[in-house]
């Protein structure tokens, strides 16, 4: 969009970041959703390497190694007032916290919806979920599609910020992140992933600025974390707070 269309406009970018998500998922996810578990993993790892490798291959499309500058967008219509800094960390935060809210709110909406509580059932047991009638892979699939299409919008929000989009975020490293907060902040309530985000990101501020060996020290955090926290942090708050209440 940037390259060929001269866009600018964020809201073309989400827009159309989360449309070419949604897509890629679909074809991607006709393939995943048929395995579960580990084989689930390792199918979408070895698929996100193909599209490292692609991206590499056509430098002539996403430039390579060097990647593919992204401007300042326009926000609502209105270009960026001083310096590049003064707008990342002023109107522009205000507007990926204003984006987040709202997807926030839509999660919500699908996760309590009886949609979300088919996938909640599926989670839970499988063979009885398909045997009340609902059907696995297509559940699968849309929540699939779905996952990438926020993925997407994620995505578009950080290119700016970052200022360049290279080949490098499609390393299974960078998606290995998202696995990280989702199991440090537990899986199994809303929020969860949302704490374990802003656990993940301070903590590794914190370590880049500690030491040199940085990914040495927040690998043996983390692992300490998830042993002593296999729920994940709001999994150990929740049984905290049923024992201070006296709950079994």
Request: aromatic share 14%; charged share 10%; glycine share 10%.
């Amino acid at each position: 969009m940037v390259k060929y269309l001269k866009v600018a406009s964020m809201e073309l970018f989400l827009a159309g970041s989360a449309l070419a998500t949604a897509i890629l998922s679909m074809i991607f996810g006709f393939v995943c959703v048929r395995y579960t578990r580990i084989f689930f993993g390792i199918l979408t790892l070895a698929l996100s390497q193909v599209l490292w490798s692609l991206a590499f291959k056509f430098f002539w499309v996403t430039g390579g190694t060097d990647g593919l500058r992204v401007p300042t967008p326009t926000l609502l219509g209105t270009s960026a007032t001083g310096d590049k800094t003064y707008f990342l960390s002023h109107q522009y935060y205000y507007y990926v916290l204003a984006v987040f809210a709202v997807c926030v709110l839509v999660m919500w909406l699908i996760v309590h919806s009886p949609f979300g509580k088919a996938l909640q059932a599926i989670r839970d047991n499988e063979t009885r979920a398909e045997f009340i009638g609902i059907r696995i892979r297509r559940y699968r699939l849309i929540a699939f599609v779905i996952s990438g299409a926020f993925t997407g919008v994620a995505g578009a929000l950080w290119a700016p910020l970052n200022g360049l989009a290279r080949p490098d975020v499609l390393i299974w490293t960078f998606s290995g992140e998202i696995v990280f907060m989702t199991v440090l902040g537990g899986f199994r309530t809303f929020v969860g992933p949302i704490v374990g985000a802003i656990a993940f990101t301070y903590l590794k501020t914190y370590a880049v600025g500690f030491t040199t060996y940085w990914q040495l020290l927040l690998g043996v955090v983390l692992v300490v974390l998830v042993l002593a926290l296999p729920t994940g942090i709001m999994g150990a708050a929740e049984r905290l707070a049923a024992k201070l209440k006296g709950k079994p």
